[in-house]
């Protein structure tokens, strides 16, 4: 049990790493049809499509990203205090 429990952290952690990793590089002008790009989009589009249409732009500012962080980091804690029992 401890052992899935670990892979499912690193999972939601590699996950957290990618959407900030893409938050980030957007603020680029890069070109984005590299395989870094599309890797990363297959990665975080099933999290943050289904927010973006719960979730509305801030203006120009779409704060999907920062709000799938705040909720894999609430599921670590959810998981981390359920393998603590």
Do not use: H, K, N
Request: aromatic letters at 8%; charged letters at 20%.
């Amino acid at each position: 049990m401890a052992v899935l429990v670990e892979l499912i952290r690193i999972m939601i952690q590699g996950l957290i790493f990618a959407i900030f990793l893409r938050a980030v590089l957007s603020w680029f002008p890069v070109d984005r049809s590299g395989t870094l790009f599309r890797g990363l989009d297959a990665v975080t589009e099933p999290v943050l499509d289904p927010l973006r249409r719960l979730i509305p732009r801030v203006g120009m500012v779409d704060i999907t990203p920062m709000i799938a962080i705040l909720v894999l980091y609430g599921l670590l804690s959810v998981l981390d205090a359920g393998a603590r029992g």
